[in-house]
């Protein structure tokens, strides 16, 4: 495990080992049970690991949490104020000069400014969740021109200003409003990286950013068009999960390597499968299409995995049997990823 619950001593030999497997180590604490001591030993860590070692503070059980207490940890460069109910002397956040990546989520706060007191300048990753009003205004991030990852869920006041930030390439929106249009991420000159999580629209055809190469669209409520994909010339992936409108997608055109969709129980049709001569894996499950002819179907000499999956056990079984005949297996290899 990479999470080191509520500890009262600090192993830098077993954060050292969950760094060296590819995992991100995260000491983490739920309520205040953090002594002087345990903070010095943090802050050790945090100078050694750096934006490697996460540190965590999160629920509470409802209690404020006390953000003076940051000032004992001044070498954090990862750290997540996430699920707290309220905070006290959030500005100490902003005077952390080493933090690079911030996961911030207070419920309660009632801060429109919050954004100017955070030091988002100095961030290179940020994830904002939303709060009770989801009233934070985003004009401060004009100012944070490190930042490469963006979460924001909520929140779109000022949205805009992510629009100036130059190495911005990867932006998720989590519940954006229908009444906000999506084209101002068209402006966003790096984006590489959209991903799209409820919320409420109609359509996506606004969005036609010539260098985007991941897309996601994930439980966006009432969805029923998305444009022709062929319009994203460097879009290499693309997964379309939980929509219950969608009856057609057309991915003609576009360079797609991987091609996931997942519980869209209306949709019928993939118009212009024939033109993904660069497809290396395809998911397709829980959808009105038809399986046996996707699992016969001429598919390019780069393909190399497979999933269908939606009927009935025996169904899936016999599909599964026909692929691995076929020489496709379920999932790609890691070279291959």
Not at 166 to 181: N, Q, V
Not at 257 to 283: F, P, Q, V, W, Y
Not at 288 to 300: C, G, K, S, V, Y
């Amino acid at each position: 495990m990479g999470r080191f619950f509520e500890p009262q001593t600090i192993d830098e030999t077993a954060i050292e080992a969950v760094i060296a497997s590819g995992r991100t180590p995260v000491v983490q604490y739920s309520h205040p049970a953090y002594p002087d001591a345990v903070l010095g030993a943090v802050d050790r860590a945090c100078r050694r690991f750096g934006e490697a070692l996460e540190v965590r503070f999160f629920a509470h059980r409802g209690q404020p949490f006390e953000g003076r207490i940051l000032g004992k940890i001044p070498n954090v460069a990862n750290l997540s104020l996430d699920t707290l109910t309220s905070i006290a002397d959030v500005q100490v956040v902003g005077e952390l000069r080493q933090l690079r990546r911030l996961r911030f989520g207070v419920y309660q706060l009632d801060s429109p400014d919050i954004l100017r007191a955070l030091g988002v300048e100095r961030l290179t990753r940020l994830s904002l969740a939303e709060n009770r009003k989801r009233n934070f205004d985003l004009a401060p991030l004009a100012d944070a021109k490190a930042l490469t990852h963006l979460f924001v869920q909520g929140h779109s006041k000022n949205i805009e200003a992510v629009t100036s930030l130059t190495r911005l390439e990867d932006l998720s929106l989590s519940g954006f409003p229908a009444r906000r249009d999506l084209a101002f991420a068209n402006r966003i000159a790096a984006l590489r990286r959209l991903f799209l999580i409820l919320g409420s629209r109609e359509s996506l055809e606004e969005l036609d950013h010539p260098g985007l190469e991941d897309l996601r669209v994930v439980w966006v409520k009432t969805l029923a068009a998305l444009g022709p994909l062929g319009r994203f010339p460097r879009l290499r992936r693309f997964a379309l999960e939980d929509q219950l409108h969608l009856s057609s997608i057309d991915v003609a055109g576009a360079p797609l390597e991987r091609l996931r969709i997942s519980n869209c129980k209306s949709l019928s049709r993939i118009d212009g499968l024939e033109t993904l001569d660069r497809l290396r894996a395809i998911m397709v499950d829980r959808t009105a299409i038809d399986l046996d002819a996707l699992a016969d179907r001429p598919w390019p000499s780069s393909l190399r995995a497979i999933v269908l999956w939606g009927g009935s056990r025996a169904r899936n079984r016999a599909i599964r049997e026909r692929l691995d005949a076929r020489g496709y297996r379920e999932t790609l290899a890691g070279s291959e990823a």
